[in-house]
């Protein structure tokens, strides 16, 4: 900003005030730390009163299993949808180990996990009780046989 006196002569130009130096790295430091929460990590979110938390497999993953070399399942990452009557209330994505967890009010609503490429899943009705959470495993079938 110019400063013009009233003789209309240029002056220089205003210093800032000092609480506006002091505000600045206080401001930028908590940018920062807000930038830097722990949504990346592979923590579940924390407990509410009540929801569903479940673990997605996908399998089988070889055509033949033996017993001198087994085929497990795999963790599957995807979109599990949340649903209540008609109307998908809720969608949530696994975890790379396939673990998922949704708050929710207590009720009956059915679980189904969204399969994009081969495969399919059929979705599981569960109810969710008044306290704590519903623990669920679901399946995704490869189709592999």
Known sequence: MIRIDDGGNLGPRPARPSHMRRFLPILAAVVLLASCRGDATNELPSPADSGIRGTVTAG????????NAPCPD???NGTVNIISGPDVIASVSTFDDGRFAVALDPGTYRVQPIVTGPGMAPSVTVNVPGQGYAEIALTVDTGIR
């Open 74 to 76: 795999v963790p599957w």
């Open 60 to 67: 089988p993953q070889c055509p033949v299993a033996l017993e």
